[in-house]
């Protein structure tokens, strides 16, 4: 989960206590229907071997049934109720399929009057602004974001700076519109962000959080996620310039290597050069990066370092950072503390 999301869940949480209840009661139930149907249909497998090992020692005992096909019947049986036993497991996998299924049309719903909004500026000539802006978090008594007002002009990479909980991450959530302003607006140009098409906008701009997510599959498929009809060639291109490409040549399998779930097997380092590798494949004119080398050792982080230098070229770029040299990649550095803009330097320091 991006350090932009975990306040949204905490605030969740805090805010529904009666949630927790709601769904310890739902997780009992969903229990105790599995284990009753669970018990229930081991019970009837275990009576079916059961019976059939009487009947087969009695024949067996009287003379009409010899050893081994005796035997024969009797490793045979449970074999013969195992479908039964995975009745079980593959009724609640089909359960839960289900659940997810009409959980995700309930997510498309809000997509449905998409046409009701406006186009998205073109943003590689368009300046983004944040007019007044300020949120507050519903579980908390004072403002995360305090009258913003802040100018992303089009072309530049623009640094945000500032101690943990300033309100650098909540700024970039608003941005990508996982939250709406409580006060002020975003301007595109001269469209409110709110008038925009969610789904339009996003697919203009690219996000590299602090902790990348990566899916079981390939590389390839992993960075193709930057652009689902990219061909292998540019793949491998966008890995070139991502700094990745030597550790993924070098891999048994190269880019047909498998990940698992969260990118396991793969270092902190690696997944993000993965991450930029999809930046690069989708070459949107917005970038936003958000501590992309928070928490790597200097060799990994000199390599992320090198590809942002890449990625910044011809784009607007905003990039949350905390180290100096990152922060020296930037046209400008704006400094946030306790939700309010505390400082502008022209230069990057």
């Known amino acids: 989960m991006s350090a932009a999301m975990q306040p949204y869940i905490k605030d969740i949480i805090e805010a529904t206590p009666g ?21 229930i249909l081991e019970l009837a497998a275990t009576l079916g071997i059961a019976l059939v090992a009487v009947v ?64 998205v500026p073109d943003l590689s000539s368009t300046a983004i602004g944040f007019d007044g802006v300020s949120f507050r978090y519903p579980s908390r008594d004072r403002d995360a974001l305090e009258a913003v007002g802040l100018e992303l002009r089009p ?20 941005l990508l519109g996982f939250a709406e302003p409580s006060q002020g607006r975003i301007l595109v140009g001269e469209e409110d962000l709110a008038t925009i098409s969610p ?4 697919r203009r701009l690219a996000y590299v959080p602090q902790r990348p997510t990566l899916f079981r599959g390939t590389i390839a498929d992993n960075i193709r996620l930057g652009d689902a ?75 992320v370092h090198e590809a942002i230098g890449r990625l910044k070229a011809g784009r607007t770029m905003l990039l949350v950072a905390h180290r100096s040299e990152l922060a020296a990649l930037a046209d400008r550095v704006v400094r946030i503390a306790d939700g309010r803009v505390v400082e502008r330097t022209a230069e990057a320091a």
């Not at 890995?239 to 030597?246: C, E, I, M, P, R």
Request: net charge negative; glycine share 10%; aromatic share 6%.
């Open 229 to 303: 009809d990219a061909d292998d060639a540019h793949v491998r291109e966008a890995a070139v310039l991502a700094g990745a490409d030597a550790f993924v040549s070098a891999l048994p399998c190269g880019y047909a290597t498998l990940v698992g779930e969260g990118g396991r097997s793969l270092s902190a380092g690696e997944r993000r050069r993965i991450a930029l590798a999809r930046a690069f494949l989708r070459d949107a004119p917005l970038v936003v990066l958000d501590e992309p080398t928070a928490d790597l050792d200097g060799p990994s982080a000199a390599l």
């Open 19 to 39: 949630k927790s209840e709601q769904y310890r009661s739902a997780t009992m139930g969903t229990l105790r229907v599995a284990f009753l149907s669970g018990a």
């Open 56 to 119: 087969v020692g009695i024949s067996l005992a009287e003379g009409d049934l010899g050893f081994e096909p005796a035997l024969t019947v009797l490793v045979l049986a449970p074999e013969l109720y195992l479908p039964l036993r995975n009745l079980a497991a593959q009724f609640h996998a089909s359960a839960d399929g289900s659940a997810v299924a009409e959980r995700m049309l309930d997510l498309t719903e809000p997509y449905a009057a998409e046409a009701a909004h406006g186009a």
């Open 155 to 174: 072309g530049e990479t623009l640094a945000l700076v500032g101690p943990s909980g300033g309100g650098k991450s909540t700024l970039v959530a608003l």
């Open 199 to 202: 789904v339009e906008w996003r």
